[in-house]
C-alpha cells in the first residue's frame, strides 16, 4: 500500500492545510525558498496552492482576472494537468477498488433443454404469453414420448385455452396423448387437458378420443364430482355428452353427494346447464333429469371476459344507436331470460313485423318450450305467441378463437340454445361494427340490419 507521505509527496495540493514540513522534511532548496516567500506575503507558513495565471482571453470574462474560479477555472485543467493512470494515487485507488469489491462470478451454462424438457421451460417461463406456435409445434416434435409427461401435456391444454390458439396439432397431440395414457390419468387431470376442445369448439379427429373419455368417466365419476361435471361441460360445447355420464350425474345419490361439498352452487350451474342441453339437444335421452328444486340460473349476468373488457365493446354505442333508432322503450338491453341466458339487445316484433314497446309485451318466451315437430328447424319459434322476439347478439374480438373465425364453445352454445327456444338471432360481427365510422353510420348499419329482417318502427311502424 502507499503511504499518505508518499500521496502527498506526489501531488501537495490533496492537502493544502497540511504544514508543508510535515509532509516534505527533506524538501529541496527551490521548495524552501518558495515556503519563505510565502510565510513573507501570507503570514504563517502554510502549504499555499501558487495562483493561477488566466489564459489570454480569460481576464475580461472573469471579471477582474484576478479570482481562480473564473472563465479560466471553468474551461477545465489544461491537458498537462490532472493525475497520471499509472501514478501512485490512481494505482492506490485501483488496488483499494479491486480489494473492496468481489470478482465476478464466471457464467453459468445453461443446460441444453430438448423435445418435451424445452416446452415444459418455454411454457413455465411467467414472460411467456403467446409463443409462437411454430416453437411449440417443433418442440413437440423433437420431445420423445416419454419427455411427454401430464404436467408438460396440462401446461400446453392451458396455454392453448387461455389465448384462444384454435390449433389442429397441438389439440390432437394432446387428444392422442389422452388417449395413450388412459389408464395413468385421472379424471382431475383429464377436466385440464379436455378443457381446450370445449372452449376452442374443436373436435379432434382422434377417433378414441370420445370413447376413452367415457371409459374414464365411468371410472372417476364417483371420484371427483367437480371433474367430472367439468369433464361434461366441455363435452356440452361439443354437442357429445355420453348418455351414461348423464344418466350418474343426474341420479339422486350424486345430487345428495355435492350438496354438502364447498363447490355445491357451481356444480348446480353446471348441472343446471347440461339440463337445458339435454332438454333442447337431446330428445332421444329417456334418464334422470335434475329436479326443477335444484336448477339455478346458467348465466344470469354477462361474463366476466365482457365485464373486464367492458371499455372495448361495441356495446354502449350499439345501445345509443338503438335509443337514437327505436327509442328506449323498445328494446331491453343485458336481460336475462329462463333458463339463465344473458341477451344482449331484446326486441318484440308483431306478426307484421312492428317493433313493440318492450314494456306491453311478456319479453320472455316460455321454458320449457312448447313440444314441436321432430325435426323442426331450430330458428322457428315452438309457442304460438303472435310477438317474435329479436335478439341482437354482439359478437366481439375476444369470443372467437385467436384466428377470428370459429366462436368459442360457450358463446356458440349460447347461441345454438337461444335459437332452439325460438328466440330469432341477429349477428353483429366484430369486422362489421369496427368498420363503422361514428354513430351516424352506425345508425345506418343497424337500420339495414333490422329491415333485412323485414321490421318496421316509428309512425309507419306502429
Known sequence: MVSITQLHASTPALCPG?????????????????LSGAQQVGGPASCRWPPC???????????????????????????????????????????????????????????????????????????FLRRPRQHLIRSLAEARPEELTP?????????????????????????????????????????????????LNYLPLEQQFMPCLERILAREAGVAPLATVNILMSLCQLRCLPFRALHFVFSPGFINHISGTPHAFIVRRYLSLLDTAVELELPGYRGPRLPRRQQVPIFPQPLITDRARCKYSHKDIVAEGLRQLLGEEKYRQDLT??????????????????????RTQDPFLPYPPRSCPQGQAASQSTTHDPAQRVVLMLRER???????????????????????????????????????????????????KLQALGLRWGPEGG
Request: charged fraction near 15%; glycine fraction near 8%.
Open 398 to 448: 375476444w369470443h372467437f378463437c385467436r384466428d377470428g373465425q370459429v366462436l368459442l364453445g360457450s358463446r356458440a352454445l349460447r347461441e345454438r340454445h337461444l335459437g332452439l327456444m325460438g328466440y330469432q338471432l341477429l349477428p353483429l360481427p366484430f369486422e362489421e361494427l369496427e368498420s363503422q365510422r361514428g354513430l351516424p353510420q352506425l345508425k345506418s348499419y343497424l337500420r339495414q
Open 151 to 199: 404436467h408438460v401435456m396440462v401446461l400446453l391444454a392451458q396455454h392453448l385455452a387461455r389465448h384462444r390458439l384454435r390449433e389442429p396439432q397441438l389439440l390432437e397431440a394432446i387428444a392422442h396423448f389422452l388417449v395413450v395414457q388412459e389408464a395413468q390419468l385421472s379424471s382431475k387431470v383429464v377436466q385440464k387437458l379436455v378443457l381446450p376442445f370445449g372452449r
Open 53 to 127: 495565471r488566466p489564459r489570454a482571453g480569460a481576464t475580461a470574462a472573469s471579471g477582474t482576472g484576478e479570482e481562480p474560479w473564473g472563465a479560466a477555472a471553468l474551461a477545465g485543467p489544461e491537458p498537462h494537468q490532472g493525475f497520471p493512470s499509472d501514478g501512485p494515487l490512481m494505482c492506490a485507488l485501483e488496488q483499494e477498488r479491486r480489494f473492496r469489491l468481489p470478482p465476478k462470478p464466471p457464467p453459468t451454462l445453461q443446460p441444453v433443454l430438448h423435445g418435451g424438457q424445452r416446452l415444459e421451460a418455454a411454457l413455465s417461463c411467467p414472460h
Open 18 to 34: 497540511l504544514r508543508c514540513s510535515a509532509v516534505w522534511p527533506a524538501a529541496a532548496p527551490a521548495s524552501t525558498a518558495l
Open 337 to 358: 331470460v329462463p333458463p339463465g341466458y344473458c341477451t344482449d339487445f331484446l326486441l318484440c316484433v308483431s306478426s307484421s313485423g312492428a317493433v313493440l314497446p318492450v
